[in-house]
């Protein structure tokens, strides 16, 4: 949350390495290869980690939807977050912006606001934002609708 985007030539280097990692998981679903990996952690070992961790991490409690993030008035409520929402957490209106307490945390209202003007606690103001070199805002607003 509070570290920016990589470079260009990183990302493009993630991106390669996942496109073949997501071949090999496919290749191995079909071919029903077992995986090899056990149950997912007990539910006391989970909550023992989020209580260890609430707090340290610039929030006070990690899991909490209590809405964190704010308007500067550079906001021109041209909808883009609200629309981006894919929770629907985000309502703009004639009177400003305001976000309810089903936040997931996606980030994708800060990314793509195209004034900047969304901030949270722990995103730097000069933070780069991270748009994939390969999908557009019109994409994404395509993939919520």
């Given at each position: 949350m509070g570290f920016g985007?990589?470079?260009?030539?990183?990302?493009?280097?993630?991106?390669?390495?996942?496109?073949?990692?997501?071949?090999?998981?496919?290749?191995?679903v079909r071919d029903q290869v077992p995986t090899g990996k056990g149950i997912d952690p007990p539910?006391?070992?989970?909550?023992?980690?989020?209580?260890?961790?609430?707090?340290?991490?610039?929030?006070?409690?990690?899991?909490?939807?209590?809405?964190l993030y704010a308007v500067t008035e550079a906001c021109t409520r041209c909808g883009v977050c609200e629309k981006l929402c894919p929770v629907?957490?985000?309502?703009?209106?004639?009177?400003?912006?305001?976000?309810?307490?089903?936040?997931?945390?996606?980030?994708?209202?800060i990314q793509w606001c195209p004034v900047r003007a969304i901030t949270h606690p722990n995103v730097p103001k000069d933070r780069k934002r991270y748009h994939h070199p390969d999908i557009t805002l019109k994409d994404m607003l395509e993939l919520n609708r």
């Open positions: 985007a990589w470079s260009l030539k990183r990302q493009r280097a993630l991106f390669d390495g996942a496109e073949k990692a997501a071949r090999d998981i496919a290749c191995k539910v006391h070992v989970m909550t023992f980690l989020s209580e260890t961790f609430n707090g340290r991490l610039g929030v006070e409690n990690i899991h909490s939807t209590v809405p629907g957490n985000i309502k703009v209106t004639e009177k400003g912006v305001t976000f309810g307490s089903n936040c997931q945390q996606c980030m994708a209202c």
